[in-house]
């Protein structure tokens, strides 16, 4: 199997070199007797071809001649200003790929304005390129965490999108669907927990209508789109207290990964991993913990086989997992279960905290395991674990010193309570690039 698809990479990357071969030639021939449109053209699938090839910088200077001989073409001309916006909507998306946030905004506020100011700017076409290229602008302000920026561009991408999908809803009903999902995310960052939750709800039954109604050959597209959005409207409704519906709609979303996960378990585990996780947190919340069990035990397998491959990927999850995992056994008497749970969990993150990342989750998880111990008898090991907790993150140490054990495992429930119950439905496809914060992929 492996051999095949080293193959079958080998023999892509052959067909790409030469039809890049190719198109240089073209592009040599259109310098010499070509118009300026024809010269633009082939830089940017010059561009692509780089990019298909892995190299996003070397990307970077045919697109961005294409930029400037598509400037110099008129204005005036609606076709002209359609092919300079599509360009600076790729070079964003290249500069983006290459940590040029910056820049990647610069391009499509220019892009924007080019489509704003183009005659023929009310047809279809223009008003589904500015929907797009607001959409994106709004992404790339997610990226830098402002907030209130994507909010305002993507209102008026939802805005123009809802009067396309009035007129064609098969074709615009995803992408409204996609933009009100960023939008939620945005509105939910900003506080308003309420209005992400009706915006996301919304986003969500236009994506499950997608699902039902697709063709085999896009259902794999739709069904990713649809987890994504039953994802987060799970945790929104976690955040406003509404556990049952969260507790549903992160089983809605478990099925639905199961089903991408068995077509395509190397692009989807990590995802079901999380699914499992997430869905383990609301039902424990609902207070089915046997369940819940269960899908936490699931979701740690799954980590650890992910683990042996790219450790420093997925032990961060895994150790997560772990500590969450001893927090259900605890509470059932299963207490030498937990205690192994947390010294793992511990061991895990006494290695990733070399560089200081982890250092309050590495605390936590000592709290956690100190709670456990002093519940055994074992009270100089949780008076130690719960010490080293303190030195590692001063912020949990109590007003004057340490106080008596027993004060320490109350100060230990409350931090408990405190920090690991809200947690227990944080979104982790964060965590993860393809997630991208839990805003939709940029669209061309």
Partial sequence: MNEAVTTLNETAARDLKVELNTTLEELAHYRFDGSQSDIATSLEYLSHLYVNLGDAERALEPIKEAVKLRRDCSPANPTTSMALASSLQYLAQQLSRTSRLEEAIISTE?????????????????????????????????????????????EEAVQIRRELADQEPSKYNP?????????????????????????????????????????????????????????????????????????ALSQENLRTVWGLAWDNPTAYSFHLATALHNSAAHLHKVGRSLEAITEMEESIQIRRDLAKNDPSTHLPHLAHSLNTLNTYLFPLGRKFEAATLAEEAISLYRDLNESGTCTTKLAFSLFNLAIILRSMDRGEEALKAAEEAVRLDPSLRLKGKLPGLGNVVRAIVTLWKRILEPALHVPEYTQHPSFRERQSSLET
Wanted: charged letters at 25%; aromatic letters at 8%.
């Fill in 110 to 154: 220019e892009a924007i304005t080019t489509l704003r100011l183009a005659k023929g700017k009310d047809s279809t076409e223009h008003l589904a390129s500015l929907s797009a290229c607001l959409h994106n602008l709004g992404f790339y302000f997610g990226q830098k965490a402002l907030w209130k920026n994507s909010l305002e561009v993507m």
């Fill in 175 to 247: 992408l409204l669907a996609a933009s009100l999902h960023n939008l939620g995310f945005y509105l939910h960052n900003l506080g308003r927990p309420r209005s992400a939750t009706t915006i996301e709800e919304e986003s969500a039954k236009l994506r499950r209508d997608f699902v039902q109604r697709s063709q085999s050959d896009v259902t794999v597209f739709g069904k990713h789109d649809l987890a994504e959005s039953l994802h987060s409207l799970s945790g929104y409704k976690a955040d406003l207290g509404r556990h049952y519906e969260a507790a």
